[in-house]
């Protein structure tokens, strides 16, 4: 699905990516973890096609990002950023309409309107459909934005790419594990996510495989179990841990301190 070799990444004099060697399957839910200024968002950003002159070296479906049609490519792929535009003075259902943009060209048609009820329904903001995005809390834009990205790709696409840089800033707990529930259901119907998150435990949780970074190179990364642990995040963040079991999931548990 996204194969990405040697890659590396500078801003003026300073560099951020020290060759990362990143590989997803289909199906796989990547979760990429790391300290601050390690290069988490940086690595998505360029495997979302956003930092071109770094693509090159990177596989999409067997194919460079240059070799995509745009508008496939849309349909293929898409991202949720942390920083999303905060004053939109529209309703909630436009905002979220803005994702079928690839779909139509001026009017929506009933299939466009039938997506974003679905994914509205399914990031639990249906209820918020004819408020003013402006009205809204910053947890609610966060599930607005990400349910704008979903219906980007609500189509019939096989092996569709979404890629998230920390979609849980703002949300409280139940709507964390919702949006990463939704997400994980979406890599078992044999799609591919890669997502940027903070919360160890959260990526132990939901995570098909984590990438922990460290000054911008890969420390670990596999399943779960083998990147977190004590040793690993104890020299990746230079704070100290224990690691626990969780008793009904059988993921690790992070206990920060001595």
Not at 204 to 222: E, P, S, W
């Amino acid at each position: 699905m996204v194969k990405g070799h040697k890659i590396s990444y500078s801003h003026k004099s300073y560099s951020i990516l020290k060759g990362v060697d990143v590989s997803v399957e289909y199906g796989e839910m990547l979760v990429i973890v790391g300290p601050n200024g390690a290069g988490k968002s940086t690595l998505l950003n360029v495997l979302a096609n956003e930092l071109s002159r770094n693509t090159d070296d990177i596989y999409f479906k067997q194919k460079r990002f240059r070799e995509w049609d745009i508008l496939d490519l849309s349909k293929n792929k898409a991202k949720f950023s942390q920083h999303y535009n905060s004053d939109i003075p529209l309703p909630v259902q436009d905002v979220v309409l803005m994702g079928r943009y690839p779909y139509f060209d001026s009017i929506p048609q009933r299939s466009d309107l039938a997506a974003v009820e679905e994914v509205m329904k399914e990031t639990g903001v249906w209820d918020l459909k004819e408020r003013e995005y402006n009205s809204l809390s910053g947890g609610e834009k966060q599930r607005v934005h990400l349910a704008r990205v979903m219906a980007q790709l609500k189509n019939e696409v096989a092996h569709k790419l979404v890629l998230l840089d920390e979609p849980l800033n703002n949300l409280d707990v139940k709507h964390q594990h919702q949006v990463l529930e939704l997400m994980a259901d979406f890599a078992r119907r044999g799609n591919t996510v890669i997502t940027v998150l903070h919360d160890l435990n959260l990526a132990a949780r939901f995570a098909t495989r984590v990438l922990m970074m460290k000054n911008g190179r890969v420390l670990a990364q596999g399943a779960p179990g083998e990147v977190l642990t004590a040793e690993v995040i104890s020299e990746a963040y230079g704070f100290p841990c224990r690691i626990w079991i969780h008793p009904a999931h059988h993921h690790p548990v992070i206990l920060f301190g001595n």
